[in-house]
C-alpha cells in the first residue's frame, strides 16, 4: 500500500524585535533599558560595523533600535542575539600574533585569496579586505589554517609560479591537437594552483588558440624533455595499432 506523501512548507523567521521577543517571555531581564540603548549605540559607533554584519543582524538592530525609542526593552532572546552581534564587532585579541612579522603577512594575504574563492568565512573575508589591521580571534584563525589543503596550497603559492610570461613551454596537455610546444601569455592563481594562459605553437589546424592549462601539464624547454614527450606519443600510436 502506498502512503501518501505529506508536503510540509516552512516559514523562515523575521528577524525583527517582536518576533525575537517570544521564546523567552517568562525570562528575567538583565539589562534595564537605557543599558541596551547603550549597548545599540556602541555597536554602532564601531567602524566599518554594517560590514562585520549579515543582513539578518542589520535587520534585527534596525528593529531593536526602534523597539528601545519607544520605551520598550529587549526580552532575554533579544539580549542573547544582541550579545553575538556585540561579539562580531568587539576588540580582537591582538596579544598571538605579530603584523609587522613578514611571514605572518604572507599567510595573512593568502588567507583573504584563498577563502575569497573557497567562499567560506564570508564575514570574515570581508573585514579583513576593508581592515589591513584586522586578525581573526585566534581559535577562528586555527580553524581557517586547520587543513591540509591550504597549507599545501600556501606552499605552492609563496613558491611563485614555475613559468612566467614569454616563457617557451613544453605542453602535454593533449599534445597531439596543441601540439608539444608553446608560449606563456598569462600567470595567475586559482583553484589552489598556477593557471598559464598558453598559446599553442606547433598546434594542429582548429587547435591554435591560446588555452588555459594547469603548472601540472607543462615543463621546461630541454632536449631531455622533448625526447620523453616523443617516446611517449610514439608509444601511444603504438597500443592503438
Not at 613544453?170 to 601540439?179: C, F, L, M, T
Not at 598559446?199 to 607543462?218: A, D, F
Amino acid at each position: 500500500m502506498a502512503w501518501p506523501y505529506r508536503f510540509q512548507s516552512y516559514r523562515y523567521p523575521r528577524a525583527s524585535a517582536q518576533q525575537a521577543e517570544a521564546p523567552a517571555e517568562q525570562e528575567n531581564i538583565t539589562f534595564t533599558l537605557d543599558d541596551n540603548k547603550e549597548r545599540v549605540i556602541k555597536v554602532k559607533a564601531v567602524e566599518g560595523w554594517e560590514s562585520f554584519l549579515n543582513p539578518a543582524d542589520l535587520s534585527f538592530i534596525q528593529s531593536i533600535s526602534g523597539w528601545l525609542e519607544e520605551g520598550r526593552n529587549l526580552t532575554p532572546a533579544q539580549s542573547s542575539w544582541l550579545q553575538r552581534i556585540e561579539k562580531k564587532c568587539a576588540p580582537i585579541d591582538t596579544s598571538w600574533y605579530d603584523l609587522a612579522d613578514a611571514e605572518f603577512q604572507k599567510k595573512r594575504e593568502f588567507t583573504i585569496i584563498h577563502y575569497l574563492q573557497t567562499g567560506y568565512y564570508g564575514n570574515t573575508i570581508i573585514r579583513m579586505e576593508s581592515d589591513a589591521s584586522y586578525v581573526p580571534e585566534k581559535d577562528t584563525w586555527d580553524k581557517m589554517w586547520g587543513n591540509k589543503y591550504i597549507t599545501a596550497a600556501f606552499k605552492r603559492w609563496t613558491e611563485g609560479s614555475r613559468f612566467n610570461v614569454g616563457d617557451m613551454v613544453i605542453n602535454k596537455y593533449y599534445p597531439a591537437y596543441y601540439g608539444t610546444t608553446g608560449l606563456i601569455h598569462n600567470v595567475r592563481w586559482s583553484g589552489g594552483n598556477w593557471q598559464y594562459i598558453m598559446m599553442p605553437i606547433n598546434g594542429t589546424q582548429g587547435y591554435e588558440k591560446p588555452i588555459e592549462v594547469v603548472e601540472s601539464k607543462l615543463l621546461p624547454v630541454s632536449k631531455r624533455n622533448l625526447t620523453a614527450l616523443d617516446k611517449a606519443a610514439a608509444r601511444k600510436k603504438d597500443a592503438e595499432f
